[in-house]
């Protein structure tokens, strides 16, 4: 089958020439194994770390001369599993190939993907692990309550349109967001039902926030770090609550030391900060597929995604998302 591989580790920031399109032999299907046909493959800044050697992941890192791996949708073709039938949609970790052998306990939504109540993108994106860091992130690590100001930082991005969505439905009163340029911030106002929007490239986000929360806010859903981090702490209300959720700004070299001495602002407030990694949750999965899918049907939350064509593209896909190029969720989509 045609993968992506890493070509070397990259010496900075990631350059097209660090991947390739190489063929890789498929096994044989093994009892309980499935051979699937991507369809879809999620982008994620989380590859940005795993393309290094020596920084510390919560999965493994990637090999130079091997193929890359990530979350996948795609279509069971041959099946040596009774309970997954062929023509049946999963999920699974083993993106950036055009076709996948696999257990078949290491997919899931197996039976679940439903193409009728949501298009295939829309269960890697809201339906998917991006929506569900969301909602993890928002209702059991920030405990958003009705009433709340809400601010979110990358909140044109996957995680973030979905978080300023479903921080309206838990309640919010009122839902800040932060994104890179005029359009972006355009499309969180009129897409996403945000109340207002920051760009953080034209204002320093502290300015923007005395501005726009005047009062000052009660959860900073985190997807970046940095500077906007040390922004957040100034704007929250004694008390307040923090969700770290993503460090985008620490990729490329900015790293936030001096923000660090803001931290002072989270003993004098009693502020709550605590990071969490989504797959520690999976207890919350069903009540969280459950919402999101009523608030799908209803109209309430937009799904929206960038979408790639081609597993050539699809290293040009990684690059354009660490440089911001998405709105929603940023997928590789394979040819049929
Ligand atoms: P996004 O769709 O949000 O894409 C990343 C965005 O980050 C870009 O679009 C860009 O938006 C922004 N960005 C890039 N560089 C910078 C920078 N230097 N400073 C500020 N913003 C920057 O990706 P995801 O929604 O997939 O992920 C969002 C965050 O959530 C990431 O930090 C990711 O690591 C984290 N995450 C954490 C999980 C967990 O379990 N804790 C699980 C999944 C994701 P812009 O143009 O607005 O700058």
Same mark, same amino acid.
């Given at each position: ?9 990259? !010496?900075?920031?990631?350059? %097209? ?6 063929? $890789? ?10 051979? =699937? ?19 510390? $992941? ?31 949609? =999963?999920? $699974?970790?083993?993106?950036? &190939? ?9 997919? +899931? ?20 692990? /991006?929506?569900? /860091? !969301?909602?993890?992130?928002? /209702? &059991?690590?920030?405990?958003? &309550? %009705? ?35 005029? +359009? ?12 207002? !929007?920051? +760009?953080?490239?034209?204002? %320093? ?57 803001? *931290? ?19 207890? *919350?999965?069903?009540?969280?597929? $459950?919402? =999101? ?14 979408? =790639? +064509? ?24 394979? !040819? %049929?």
């Amino acid at each position: 089958t045609r993968v992506v591989r890493l070509v070397r580790r990259p !010496a900075g920031e990631p350059v %097209p020439g660090d991947f390739a399109l190489a063929e $890789h032999p498929l096994p044989p299907l093994g009892e309980g194994q499935l051979l =699937v046909r991507n369809l879809y493959m999620s982008v994620d800044p989380s590859m940005r770390g795993r393309l290094e050697s020596t920084e510390k $992941h919560y999965t493994h890192n990637f090999t130079p001369g091997s193929p890359l791996d990530g979350r996948a949708l795609g279509i069971v073709e041959e099946s040596r599993c009774a309970s997954v039938p062929p023509g049946r949609y =999963v999920r $699974h970790q083993l993106g950036w &190939r055009e076709h996948a052998v696999l257990d078949a306990a290491a997919t +899931d939504g197996a039976g679940r993907i439903d193409p009728e109540l949501a298009p295939l993108p829309t269960w890697l994106g809201l339906l998917g692990q /991006t929506g569900f /860091t !969301a909602y993890v992130g928002l /209702t &059991r690590i920030a405990e958003v &309550r %009705p009433g709340d100001t809400v601010l979110v930082s990358a909140a044109a991005g996957a995680v973030g349109s979905a978080a300023g969505q479903f921080a309206r439905l838990l309640g919010a009163e009122r839902v800040v967001g932060t994104a890179g340029g005029p +359009d972006k911030c355009a499309a969180l106002v009129e897409e996403f039902g945000y109340d207002a !929007a920051a +760009d953080y490239r034209a204002e %320093p986000v502290r300015e923007a926030l005395a501005r726009l929360a005047p009062d000052g806010i009660d959860v900073y859903f985190d997807n970046v770090g940095g500077a906007q981090l040390a922004a957040a702490l100034h704007a929250l209300r004694p008390g307040g609550r923090v969700a770290l959720c993503g460090m985008m700004s620490q990729f490329g070299g900015e790293r936030p030391s001096a923000d660090l001495n803001q *931290l002072i602002q989270a003993v004098l407030k009693r502020l709550t900060l605590r990071g969490f990694i989504v797959r520690d949750h999976e207890d *919350l999965r069903p009540e969280f597929e $459950h919402r =999101v899918a009523g608030w799908l049907r209803s109209g309430e939350v937009l799904a929206r995604e960038t979408v =790639v +064509d081609g597993l050539e593209n699809a290293a040009g896909a990684l690059l354009s998302l660490l440089g911001g190029g998405n709105v929603g969720k940023m997928l590789v989509r394979l !040819a %049929p």
